[in-house]
């Protein structure tokens, strides 16, 4: 069945330092893929997502790129700040799994920490 | 504003009580979500709905009942079955029949058993 596997937390990081979060992911088809934010005691948010293969979603300085050869889609930013602090959830959406076409499977989540 | 509001915030059930929690949205989407959140468990979805008067079953639905009797309501009620209740409860919306949808998500109800 469909999955996504992400880097296990937490991350403690120094401001301006690089990130890098990694995901795997197992699905059927061709799914479309996702990163979204967690900030304390909030809902998610999309960060960004890409929709086929060799695709770069970006946002707010974080970058991701669907690699189907790798069955990857790792989240980076070049320079974190302290309001990255938060969850990251990696998450796919398969658009082969019949009625739940909307429905997301998601990674366990990576709590990052960037201290100034 | 086009949005999902998520009550109450918090929620505190006693044991063998069963408690509701509301969700609605503006957004004029068919389709609506309940997952839970449990520390280093991500999310893992409750029940679903594409259209009013239809829901599905997802991956952890015992103890849990839904209703979808309105677009904009998607009103979930832990009962005394749930043995383990105590979580974060996100509700989402998607457009349907849109296959690289955006969910978009409520502020979230923390259920506390106590």
């Known amino acids: 069945g469909d999955s996504v596997t992400q880097m296990e937390g937490p991350v403690t990081l120094s401001e301006e330092a690089f990130l890098t979060i990694n995901c795997t992911y197992t699905?059927?088809?061709?799914?479309?893929l996702f990163w979204y934010v967690q900030y304390p005691g909030e809902g998610l948010q999309l960060l960004l997502k890409?929709?086929?293969?060799?695709d770069k979603g970006s946002n707010k300085g974080f970058e991701a790129t669907y690699r189907k050869e790798t069955t990857s889609f790792h989240l980076e930013k070049g320079s974190v700040q302290v309001s990255d602090s938060a969850v990251y959830f990696c998450a796919l959406s398969d658009p082969n799994r019949g009625s739940t076409l909307g429905r997301l499977y998601f990674g366990r989540g990576t709590q990052l920490t960037v201290w100034p | 504003d086009g949005g999902i509001t998520q009550s109450p915030k918090y929620l505190f059930r006693k044991e063998g009580q069963n408690v509701t929690l509301s969700c609605e949205q503006n957004?004029?989407?068919?389709?609506m979500y309940w997952y839970r959140q449990d520390p280093g468990q991500g999310l893992r979805l409750i029940y679903y709905s594409q259209i009013v008067n239809d829901f599905q079953k997802g991956d952890i639905a015992e103890g849990y009942s839904v209703s979808r009797e309105k677009k904009e309501s998607f009103p979930l009620t832990v009962t005394s079955a749930q043995k383990n209740p105590t979580a974060f409860y996100l509700c989402?919306?998607?457009?349907?029949?849109?296959?690289?949808?955006?969910?978009?998500f409520g502020q979230g109800t923390r259920l506390t058993v106590v």
């Open positions: 699905a059927t088809g061709y799914p479309s």
């Open positions: 890409a929709t086929k293969a060799d």
């Open positions: 989402a919306s998607t457009p349907t029949g849109h296959m690289n949808t955006e969910a978009f």
């Open positions: 957004l004029n989407h068919d389709a």
